[in-house]
């Protein structure tokens, strides 16, 4: 039981630098969602897919792009990585009504 | 909009009691769900309990049951028989379940629960 996949775990980088946090759902949700937890902050809605082919922006969309590249996938960019972006990254997946979200173990990014 | 409001940065307790970790929640949706997460110090968001608003009666799993007070719009999680395993951030969340296909979650700050042995 894999459920919500993410890639990587661990990521360092320099400012300016760009990469792509990778997520892949099994579980055959039409859902997916990106958040960043900061300290005392909670988690923070980046982007979500409601459905394959559609994205919207969540709380604090700024700095980040995202592609539903199919039902399973999700994938978050950052083109030109800022310090302000050190965070804790959590893909997260729901199917229909009244289910919860899945979420994965998480990306910890660090920009230097 | 919708806001979730934990007042407790941490909590203590005993091992084998019971313990109370609040949760008020502002909405103008007429449907909502209430969620309880629980994040160990591995990182991992751990799902634990669903209350929708219009749910007879208060949820329960296992050890974990929610105090859901509509009118006080309040959903307070409650642990029974507290384990040393139950240290840990407990986040409420809620969202939107009046129509469409949008599930987002609004989170609250987190509540840091230590159990003591």
């Known amino acids: 039981n894999a459920g919500v996949t993410q890639t990587p775990k661990f990521q360092v980088l320099k400012t300016g630098q760009s990469m792509t946090l990778q997520c892949a759902q099994d579980?055959?949700?039409?859902?997916m969602y990106w958040y960043r937890q900061d300290p005392g902050m909670g988690l923070r809605l980046i982007y979500y897919?409601?459905?394959?082919?559609?994205?919207d922006k969540g709380e604090v969309p700024n700095g980040y792009n995202v592609s539903r590249l199919n039902k399973r996938e999700f994938s978050l960019r950052l083109e030109s990585a800022a310090p302000s972006q050190t965070s804790v990254y959590f893909c997260?997946?729901?199917?229909?009504?009244?289910?919860?979200?899945?979420f994965g173990d998480g990306t910890r990014l660090s920009i230097l | 909009a919708q806001k979730i409001t934990q007042t407790q940065p941490g909590m203590f307790v005993q091992e084998k009691e019971a313990v109370t970790l609040d949760c008020t929640y502002d909405t103008s949706d007429q449907s909502y769900g209430l969620f309880w997460y629980k994040q160990p110090s591995s990182g991992e968001m751990i799902f634990l309990i669903y209350?929708?608003?219009?749910?007879?009666q208060n949820a329960t799993e296992g050890r974990y049951s929610l105090n859901f007070q509509k009118a006080r719009k309040s959903a307070n999680l409650v642990i029974s028989a507290s384990q040393l395993g139950d240290s840990a951030m407990y986040f409420c969340a809620m969202r939107d379940e009046s129509g469409g296909s949008n599930y987002k979650l609004t989170f609250g700050k987190g509540t840091l629960l230590t159990v003591n042995p």
């Open positions: 579980m055959n949700h039409n859902s």
């Open positions: 897919s409601a459905s394959e082919g559609t994205t």
């Open positions: 209350q929708g608003s219009y749910d007879e």
């Open positions: 997260a997946s729901s199917g229909t009504f009244r289910q919860p979200q899945h």
